[in-house]
């Protein structure tokens, strides 16, 4: 009766934490928006077009989700007037940009303003609406390369050229004869990092960025192309419009309001985007070097970074807490010897079963994959609308509890059976055997382990950028994306990262050597035989 009641009590449990942790009130992807709401999603690294900043001005719009941190830009004006057009109150989204397209499928965001180009493929999954700028392809490289006097296509064989990921900059790379075409990268913070570094030779882009690229750092040059020298081009592949979702009804009049925008005014906006982008005022301080850029970006950043450091040892810790604590239930429900009676059997083997999908699951994809697919998936196919926070606290307390949970059960069979017969023998049942004698000293066993869980997850939170969790490094990457810092801002947020992980780890130590005692120590009977002997 006892065992029954204890494999009925840990799997109620273990169902109850599935079930909370998922609990959610489906909605309509229109319905998560207040009707006097525009959600409006964008990189926020993407000078000029949009950008992060630290302050309101010039016009910025909070970032939703984020204390003392703005968006500003090209895009962000566009967005100000299409949310005023329609009488809406606008909402900026920071979200990066392979997540886009996927955000507004899936509901979480209602537009993406963000500097996005309506091509045949991006048109079959969401609507567009008429252009908002149009713009010519550069090619932005270093000044003192043999590629900066490049006058056509031509000139740029053999060398090492990119563009991001899930744009059309990367396809008309092969237009280019004798290139080497390299791997498209995720964002523009990682191709200025890349051009800096000389990994690769050039990337293209657009004027506007081009521009700026060449404002902010002297460093860097723009390749411009006569009409009949450059990339050949359909017309909307240079074009930027706000992307919908499929059948929008606002899709009408968003095209009216942009037509009220003049062509004269949409050129004084990206003019003035180009000059107040927070990069540009740094450019022209006469102090230079390591040490002063560290300096400069941590008065302009240090708040945003030391909030996305609190937020990545928040879901560490949380996790950790939870994902082993699930662990232990699944290690110990693992270890249950099997039941006698045929129903609990049955049931028992099918949980064991179910069990080990999960494990399998969560130890054999990785987090990246697995975080797509709880915070976009859930929302496109079931209208769960999770928030980024609680779905990052789920993805990585069960990304660590499917690890923990082998851990456990390998700690539980490594206490010596004859434990396990001794604690039968007084008639203790295996209940009271678990909690009394095995799992005190598992936890101990495991408690390097658990550790080491946490230091990983401290790190791992930087995955969770693919979902725009705004921990320390996506803090980090929005900074880089905006002043063009890159070795100075990573040398910081990899100095806090050391910082946080060389603590917790010193912490476990000393919580180690409090539950293991004294190492050594002498007998009262052996102490006195020495004093005599001396």
């Known amino acids: 009766m006892n065992k029954k009641i204890s494999v009925t009590a840990l799997l109620t449990i273990i169902l109850s934490f599935f079930t909370v942790a998922f609990a959610a009130t489906p909605a309509a992807a229109d319905s998560q928006t207040p009707t006097d709401t525009l959600r409006v999603g964008m990189e926020a690294g993407y000078a000029p077009f949009n950008w992060t900043q630290t302050t309101d001005a010039h016009g910025a719009v909070p970032i939703q989700g984020e204390n003392s941190a703005w968006a500003g830009g090209y895009d962000v004006q566009i967005a100000k007037k299409v949310a005023a057009g329609l009488g809406k109150k606008l909402e900026i989204v920071k979200t990066s940009w392979d997540g886009l397209p996927v955000a507004l499928q899936s509901g979480k965001?209602?537009?993406?303003?963000?500097?996005?180009?309506?091509?045949?493929?991006?048109?079959?999954?969401?609507?567009?609406?008429?252009?908002?700028?149009?713009?010519?392809?550069?090619i932005v490289t270093r000044k003192d390369s043999k590629y900066a006097d490049a006058k056509n296509l031509?000139?740029?064989?053999?060398?090492?050229?990119?563009?991001q990921l899930n744009t059309f900059h990367y396809t008309v790379i092969d237009q280019i004869p004798g290139v080497q075409k390299e791997q498209a990268q995720k964002d523009f913070s990682a191709m200025r990092a890349a051009l800096s570094s000389g990994v690769i030779d050039g990337y293209v882009s657009e004027r506007p960025e081009g521009v700026t690229a060449t404002s902010v750092d002297k460093n860097y040059a723009m390749v411009e192309f006569a009409k009949d020298k450059g990339f050949k081009t359909n017309p909307e592949d240079v074009q930027v419009a706000v992307g919908m979702r499929k059948g929008?009804?606002?899709?009408?009049?968003?095209?009216?309001?942009?037509?009220?925008?003049?062509?004269?005014?949409?050129?004084?906006?990206?003019?003035?985007?180009?000059?107040?982008?927070?990069?540009?005022?740094?450019?022209?301080?006469?102090?230079?070097?390591?040490l002063h850029d560290i300096k400069t970006i941590w008065n302009q950043y240090g708040g945003l970074f030391l909030r996305g450091a609190g937020l990545t040892l928040l879901i560490a810790i949380v996790?950790?807490?939870?994902?082993?604590?699930?662990?232990?239930?699944?290690?110990?429900?693992?270890?249950?010897?099997?039941?006698?009676?045929?129903?609990?059997?049955?049931?028992?083997?099918?949980?064991?079963?179910?069990?080990?999908?999960?494990?399998?699951?969560?130890?054999?994809?990785?987090?990246?994959?697995?975080?797509?697919?709880?915070?976009?998936?859930?929302?496109?196919?079931?209208?769960?609308?999770?928030?980024?926070?609680?779905?990052?606290?789920i993805i990585v307390s069960f990304n660590t509890g499917a690890?923990?949970?082998?851990?456990?059960?390998?700690?539980?069979?490594?206490?010596?059976?004859?434990?396990?017969?001794?604690?039968?023998?007084?008639?203790?049942?295996?209940?009271?055997?678990?909690?009394?004698?095995?799992l005190p000293q598992v936890i101990r066993n495991i408690l390097p382990a658990t550790g080491n869980e946490f230091v990983i997850n401290i790190k791992d939170t930087a995955v969770l950028?693919?979902?725009?969790?705004?921990?320390?490094?996506?803090?980090?990457?929005?900074?880089?994306?905006?002043?063009?810092?890159?070795?100075?801002?990573?040398?910081?947020?990899?100095?806090?990262?050391?910082?946080?992980?060389?603590?917790?780890?010193?912490?476990?130590?000393?919580?180690?050597?409090?539950?293991?005692?004294?190492?050594?120590?002498?007998?009262?009977?052996?102490?006195?035989?020495?004093?005599?002997?001396?």
């Open 109 to 138: 965001i209602d537009a993406v303003i963000a500097g996005m180009s309506p091509t045949a493929e991006r048109k079959k999954e969401i609507d567009f609406t008429n252009p908002y700028y149009e713009s010519h392809l550069v």
């Open 403 to 438: 690890y923990m949970s082998e851990i456990v059960r390998g700690g539980i069979f490594a206490v010596d059976p004859g434990q396990f017969e001794a604690a039968q023998a007084i008639g203790m049942t295996h209940g009271q055997t678990m909690t009394k004698v095995v």
């Open 248 to 290: 929008d009804p606002d899709v009408a009049k968003v095209n009216q309001i942009l037509a009220g925008i003049s062509e004269e005014e949409r050129t004084k906006l990206m003019d003035a985007a180009i000059k107040e982008q927070p990069a540009a005022s740094d450019s022209s301080e006469e102090k230079s070097g390591f």
């Open 154 to 163: 031509a000139d740029f064989k053999g060398a090492k050229l990119t563009a």
């Open 465 to 534: 950028s693919v979902i725009s969790v705004a921990d320390l490094f996506f803090q980090g990457t929005s900074a880089a994306g905006t002043n063009y810092k890159f070795f100075p801002v990573f040398t910081i947020v990899g100095i806090m990262y050391l910082i946080m992980t060389y603590t917790i780890s010193r912490i476990l130590r000393l919580v180690e050597k409090r539950i293991d005692g004294p190492q050594s120590y002498i007998k009262a009977d052996e102490a006195e035989l020495e004093a005599e002997e001396e």
């Open 319 to 393: 996790s950790t807490i939870l994902g082993t604590s699930l662990g232990l239930l699944i290690g110990v429900i693992r270890s249950l010897p099997v039941a006698e009676n045929k129903v609990l059997f049955v049931f028992q083997k099918f949980f064991n079963w179910l069990l080990s999908v999960y494990i399998e699951i969560f130890r054999g994809t990785p987090m990246m994959v697995q975080a797509m697919v709880i915070y976009y998936g859930l929302a496109q196919v079931f209208q769960i609308d999770l928030n980024r926070t609680l779905a990052a606290f």
